[in-house]
């Protein structure tokens, strides 16, 4: 299948800085991707719909300010959590639409955020 | 939008038994359905898909049926094993097209 990267794995910051993370797809060109948060033992949850060169799209209840995502080739999406604190701390996930096939998704290895 | 419900959170089974997991969802205009398997840590795999205008897949061990009517489909393993322990989530794709709605995923424990 197709291949997402993502990076940092982990990272842990202060309270108040900001983290960026990046999103690949390293075998195909995603013009969708997506990002997702996940609690411990919870399920996916999709905070916004990255669009190769065009705003994203926010699911209710995200703060686009908060969470800014960036979209800016067909390979790139980043993620960047502005003023970090210990509520943000959590499992970040993005994902892209294979070439292939217009429905499957695969999935990056996940970013663990810890907020001091 | 579209809202998926899946049961039961956690499942434990012998090696060897099958596994069933369940999902329903609202939206008709759903047409694709995913299952993921997340291993700790880690991130989903896709292990079965289903296109609404199937009604049953198979894969070797798994299985996926779907019930358009009824707005439920569900995930079958057969001949468990250890590593087949790890958390299923299904998905549905809603009125977009492209967005997946997921579960909120079941937790299976294969016992040797």
Redesign the interface.
């Known amino acids: 299948?197709a291949v997402v990267s993502q990076h940092p794995s982990r990272v842990i910051c202060k309270s108040g800085t900001s983290v960026k993370i990046e999103c690949r797809s390293l075998d195909f060109q995603a013009t969708?991707m997506?990002w997702y948060r996940q609690f411990p033992?919870?399920?996916?949850?999709?905070m916004a719909?990255s669009n190769e060169g065009s705003k994203a799209t926010y699911e209710q209840g995200v703060e686009k300010d908060k969470f800014l995502i960036n979209h800016a080739s067909l390979t790139l999406s980043t993620l960047t959590v502005t003023s970090a604190h210990p509520e943000d701390s959590s499992?970040y996930?993005c994902?892209a639409?294979s070439g292939g096939d217009?429905?499957?998704?695969?999935?990056?290895?996940?970013t663990?955020l810890s907020v001091l | 939008g579209e809202n998926v419900e899946q049961h039961p959170s956690t499942l434990s089974v012998q090696e060897g038994d099958s596994a069933v997991i369940k999902c329903t969802y609202s939206d008709s205009a759903s047409n694709y359905f995913p299952w993921y398997k997340q291993e700790l840590g880690k991130r989903p795999q896709l292990i079965i898909d289903i296109r609404s205008n199937v009604g049953e897949k198979k894969d070797q061990r798994i299985a996926v049926t779907l019930n358009k009517t009824a707005k439920h489909f569900s995930l079958h393993i057969t001949e468990t094993q250890p590593e087949d322990s790890a958390v299923y989530f299904c998905a549905a794709n809603g009125n977009t097209g492209n967005q997946f709605y997921f579960g909120t995923g079941t937790s299976l424990t294969v016992i040797p």
């Open positions: 299948g969708t997506f033992k919870q399920s996916l949850m999709l719909t499992f996930i994902s639409f217009k429905n499957i998704q695969y999935f990056g290895a996940g663990r």
